[in-house]
């Protein structure tokens, strides 16, 4: 699971904005703009750095001692469950999950990147954006919109996006895998019928991925549509079906808003779907199939053949337990406020990967109950909001 390309268009039509469209990892070259984190301040706790190297501009290494940093944190509760029958017990059990995480600076703005792993087998990439957003001078009486916004007397903060292309390269329970389309939706027999009498009868329906030419898919809100990736050759014990791991982006797909033929659509081709589904293409250095918007970003005038466009419109290939690649857009649309000025809170977008007839039953009933030493009352010997608090222990509440 890799960022392998991203662009940032902006909204406004006149000279010079409809060229602001960077690719800030095939043009800037995200890995070279890592930060050189600080302890104590990029990620809290215990904490275990990982150096990074890429090439300088006189071909010599650059190092950075501190660029990923690994560490573990809590993340809430991981289940719960209270008997509500007198006498009755409760447990619960904290959640807690592994970051390897780094930060990269392109130009005005900062991108946050954290893998988490979770004790219930899910993967997650988290995106963070944050930084100093992109603005104009604003004459006076001049109107920003529709394309902006005045975040400060004179400022205008204008319309864009930021599109993320994801390569996953699964391997799950073997290297032959599917990719399965779901969506949810109502059966068509009407209420009061033999088949939904109550009205209430709903399906999720699935097909697979089977051939190249339909490897370009897209999501749809209204029938709540997700994928996941089996492995057809292996089956739960259970369930029966086949096992997988889906694909979690609710929020986070999006793609791009600019007209057809627009300029960003000719080199940027890959965020006009959300998800491709390609046969890997095994090389003397690997993958031939890395970068969705070829290799050479800066030296493209237009969609080039080293693409994901034109790996889905070569030779039909087949999809059924193959060695495929999935490429995921994700994104969202900035729409700048006044709160974002002068420096812009972090705004978050995920995907995660979740097990699916995966595991025989939950993976995380071996983790220990809750039990926090360091977690006190608020208010001791007074009023704890209606409650007198006398005192404070832990006998263990979590799991009585």
């Known amino acids: 699971l890799s960022l392998a390309e991203m662009v940032v268009p902006y909204a406004a039509p006149e000279h010079p904005h409809p060229r602001k469209f960077a690719f800030d990892v095939g043009e800037y070259g995200m890995g070279t703009q890592a930060n050189e984190l600080s302890l104590g301040c990029d990620c809290l706790g215990t904490i275990h750095y990982l150096p990074g190297a890429f090439v ?5 290494p650059i190092v950075l001692k501190q660029a990923i940093c690994i560490h573990e944190e809590d993340n809430g509760l991981l289940w719960k469950h209270t008997d509500y029958r007198v006498g009755g017990r409760a447990h619960a059990v904290r959640s807690r999950r592994l970051v390897i995480s780094m930060v990269c600076t ?7 990147f954290a893998y988490h792993f979770y004790l219930d087998g899910t993967l997650e990439l988290q995106i963070g954006l944050t930084g100093i957003i992109n603005t104009y001078l604003l004459a006076e009486g001049e109107n920003p919109a529709p394309y902006g916004t005045r975040v400060a007397p004179g400022i205008n903060a204008q319309y864009h996006q930021h599109v993320f292309s994801l390569r996953v390269d699964p391997m799950i329970d073997g290297l032959q895998n599917t990719v399965i389309e779901s969506d949810v939706e109502a059966v068509p027999h009407p209420t009061g019928s033999a088949e939904n009498y109550a009205g209430n009868a709903f399906v999720s329906k699935e097909a697979r991925v089977t051939r190249s030419s339909e490897g370009v898919r897209d999501y749809n809100a209204d029938v709540d549509r997700r994928w996941k990736i089996v492995n057809p050759a292996k089956k739960h014990h259970a369930s029966g079906k086949e096992v997988a791991y889906g694909i979690m982006a609710k929020g986070a797909w999006e793609t791009l808003k600019a007209a057809e033929g627009a300029w960003a659509r000719k080199r940027a081709a890959f965020a006009e779907h959300n998800v491709w589904v390609v046969k890997d293409v095994e090389g003397r250095n690997g993958s031939e199939r890395m ?6 970003v800066p030296q493209t005038r237009d969609n080039p053949k080293d693409s994901v466009l034109s790996w889905t419109r070569g030779p039909e290939e087949s999809l059924e337990a193959q060695d ?8 969202l649309n900035h729409i700048p406020r006044p709160e974002d000025w002068p420096v812009m809170p972090m705004e978050h977008l995920k995907v995660a990967f979740k097990p ?18 360091r977690s006190v009352y608020a208010f001791v010997n007074g009023d704890g909001g209606g409650v007198v608090v006398t005192g404070h222990t832990h006998d263990n509440a979590c799991c009585r």
């Open 56 to 60: 300088g501009h006189d071909g010599k």
């Open 106 to 112: 392109v130009a005005n703005y900062e991108y946050a």
């Open 291 to 296: 970068w969705p918007a070829g290799k050479y």
């Open 324 to 331: 495929v690649l999935l490429f995921l857009t994700v994104g």
């Open 356 to 373: 699916q007839n995966f595991f025989e039953q939950n993976p995380s009933l071996h983790i220990a109950a809750a039990k926090d030493e």
